[in-house]
């Protein structure tokens, strides 16, 4: 199971840290995926870490992110974060956690959290 959290109300050029907590099933041998739905949009990706550095490159973002959100994770605590930078108001949405195959694919995922609501105001 997954459980994500740290969505709150923020103003635009604010950070969030979002947390992703798991437990049960394997989750040091998969990726995780943080997605982001916002009303009458389809879900759609964020970031992805691997759970293994294949060659020195394990992280994989949205261009829309890239340089403001960071994705980590600390498997001895079987947790995922993504640390939110320079929000803007267009980043408002409902942010998922998920573990799966290191894609930007939603349908790559089998497991999701609950979602936590991020708000950026302007």
């Known amino acids: 199971q997954l459980q994500a959290s740290g969505g709150g109300l923020v103003q635009a050029g604010g950070s969030l840290r979002l947390s992703c907590a798991a437990s049960g099933g394997a989750f040091n041998t998969y990726a995780i995926g943080w997605f982001r739905q916002a009303p009458g949009k389809e879900r759609e990706f964020v970031a992805a870490?691997?759970?293994?550095?294949?060659?020195?490159?394990?992280?994989r973002y949205a261009d829309f992110v890239k340089g403001r959100f960071t994705i980590s994770r600390d498997n001895a605590k079987n947790m995922g974060y993504l640390q939110m930078n320079s929000l803007k108001p267009e980043d408002t949405a409902v942010y998922y956690c998920?573990?799966?195959?290191?894609?930007?694919?939603?349908?790559?995922?089998?497991?999701w959290g609950q979602g936590t609501q991020v708000t950026v105001s302007s």
């Open positions: 870490i691997n759970w293994i550095n294949w060659s020195g490159k394990n992280t």
């Open positions: 998920a573990v799966g195959a290191y894609t930007d694919s939603p349908g790559s995922f089998g497991s």
